[in-house]
């Protein structure tokens, strides 16, 4: 079984960055996707971004698209996520996640192992 835990998250100021990572330990996760995903108050937990095993193909959310960069690293078990132009609409609990295979559908059921959760906020 593999423990994910994500750090980086914090209060920034509307147009800030921030950048979070998600330390894999248990077992390596280079053969498999990973993904970042998000929960703001009273909402459901949506999709934000995922990279496929080899950190060649990646997907985002239109609400993050052109903003957020999603990388990995496999030689250090761990993957990030750079948030860039930061909006109050981007507070959330930002979770990252292992999915079930190397690549494919971004649900929630697809991604098999999750983290704690790092609080994000934005506000000035």
């Known amino acids: 079984q593999v423990q994910l835990v994500e750090s980086g998250g914090g209060l920034v100021q509307p147009g800030g960055s921030l950048r979070l990572s998600c330390a894999a330990s248990g077992r390596s996760i280079s053969n498999y996707a990973m993904g970042w995903f998000r929960q703001a108050p009273g909402k459901e937990r949506e999709f934000v971004a995922a990279i496929n095993w080899r950190g060649d193909n990646t997907y985002y959310a239109d609400s993050v698209k052109g903003r957020f960069t999603i990388s990995r690293d496999n030689a250090k078990n761990t993957e990030y996520l750079q948030m860039n132009s930061l909006k109050p609409e981007d507070t959330a609990v930002y979770y990252c996640?292992?999915?079930?295979?190397?690549?494919?559908?971004?649900?929630?059921?697809?991604?098999?192992?999750w983290g704690q959760g790092t609080q994000v906020t934005v506000s000035s």
């Open positions: 996640a292992v999915h079930r295979g190397a690549w494919g559908a971004q649900r929630t059921a697809d991604f098999g192992s």
